[in-house]
C-alpha cells in the first residue's frame, strides 16, 4: 500500500477499534502539552488514566500486572494520539512517521517486563498507523511517578 | 507582546530576578554540556548544586521535601540557562523556543509530586522566555542519581 | 585534522581496538532499532549482552560494581555503533555527529556513579569518533530495566 493510502486510514483504523480521541488534557503543571519545531512534534510525558479519568495508580512488581500495565500503556497511547491530533491542527494523515517513544514504567527493582508493559502502546500506534508508526523506542522502570500514576509516555513525531 | 519584544527582554527578567549566569560547569566525565544540530540545541542533564558550589543531594519523599527539590530545580534551570548561552554565542536572544525539558528526580518509590518538583524550573523558564520558554515536558522519579544529586534536567531548544 | 580525516579513520580505529561490529538485534518488541527524520537518526535503548549473547543482568549498588558497569556500557556502545552503521547504509563515515546519549543505569537508591559507569559508553563514542563524538548526555539511575539487564542506552546522530 502507498503512503497516502496508509495514512488515509488512520481514522478508518481508529473507528475499527472504537477509539474516540479526546482533547489533550491540561497539563498539572507549568508546562505544554506538546511543542513543534520544524517538523517535529515533541509530546510531553502522558500518565495513565482510568476510564473515569482518575489517575491509574500503582507499581509494577507490587501492585499491577504486566497484563493491567500494559493495558495501561495502551490507554496513554490513545491519550497521546489525540495529543498528536491538536498538534496537526485536527488531521492525524499530516503525521509522516511516530520517530520515538519513551516509556517510563513505575517498578519494583525486580520486576523487568517493562517493554512488554510498553508494547501495549506500541502496538496500537503500530497498527494505527501501519509503516508510519514504526517507531524508535526505550522502555525502562522509575522510582516513581508524577500523582503516582504507573506509566507515563513521551513520543515524538515527525508531521507534513 | 510581538515575538521580538518578548526576547529581548529576557536579560531584563533576568536583572529582574536578581539572576546572574554562570559559565557552564565541566562535564564530569566524557561528554560536554551541549551540541547544536541544525537549528536544535541538546543541552546535556545538569544537576543541582548548592550556592557553594557543591552538589545539593538527596532523595525526595526520604531526605528532602516538596518545597527543597522546587528551589532545586529552580537552581537547575538558571544552569541551563547558563549553558544555552553559551550555545548561543553569548546572546539569549537568539533562543526561539524552550521545546523539551525532561527531568529526573530523585525518588522513594512512594513520592510522587515529581511534577510540581519540576515546576521549580518550568516556571523560571516561563517567567524568563515568556511565549518561547512554553515547552513540552517530562518529569519522573529515578532511583538515584550522579553524585547524590537530588534533581537532573536536561532540555532542548530551537535557537535562530 | 579535518573533518574528513576524521570519520575517515573510524573503521582504522574500530580495527584497532579489535571491536567487530554485529548486524542490530532484533527487537525485543512492537518497534524498530532506529528511526531517521531529516539528518537526525534516533537510535532505540540497546541493552546490556554478555559475550554469548544472553542479557547481562544485575544492579549496580548490589550486584555490580561501577567497574563492571563500565564494560556494559561499552559493549552497548558497540552495539549502538552497530546500528548506527545500519542506519548509514553500511558506512559509518556519514556519521557527522554523535548528538545526544541517554543512559540509564539499574541502580539502588544509595549508589551514585552512574555518571562513571556511562563513561564506559562515552569514551568509547569519543575514542571512535574523535570530535564528531563528542556528545551531550544524560545519565542517571532506574529501578529497573527489561529483562533485568543493568545498563540501557539510547543514542541521536546527525548523519550527512
Redo the contacts between chains.
Keep these: 500500500m502507498n503512503h497516502i493510502g496508509e495514512t488515509m486510514s488512520v481514522y478508518d483504523k481508529l473507528k475499527e477499534k472504537n477509539i474516540t480521541l479526546a482533547a489533550p488534557a491540561t ?9 513543534q ?4 512534534v ?4 502522558h500518565i495513565a488514566k482510568n476510564a473515569d479519568g482518575s489517575v491509574n495508580t500503582g ?1 509494577l ?2 501492585d499491577k500486572t504486566t497484563e493491567q500495565g500494559q493495558d495501561a500503556a495502551r490507554s496513554v497511547a490513545i491519550d497521546l494520539i489525540g495529543t498528536l491530533q491538536e498538534a496537526c491542527g485536527g488531521d492525524l494523515l499530516r503525521v509522516k ?1 511516530i ?4 516509556s ?1 514504567v ?11 508493559v ?2 501495549g502502546c ?2 496500537l500506534i ?1 497498527e494505527i498507523f501501519g509503516d508510519a508508526g ?16 504507573c506509566v ?1 509516555i ?1 513520543l ?1 513525531a ?1 508531521i507534513a
Design positions: 497539563p498539572a503543571a507549568a508546562y505544554v502539552m506538546y511543542v519545531t520544524g517538523n517535529l515533541f509530546v510531553s510525558g507499581i512488581g507490587r512517521r520517530v520515538k517513544v519513551m517510563l513505575a517498578s519494583t527493582p525486580d520486576y523487568n517486563e517493562q517493554h512488554l510498553t508494547n506500541s502496538e503500530g514504526k517507531h524508535a523506542r526505550s522502555a525502562f522502570g522509575v522510582a516513581s511517578l508524577p500523582r503516582g500514576t507515563e513521551e515524538i515527525e
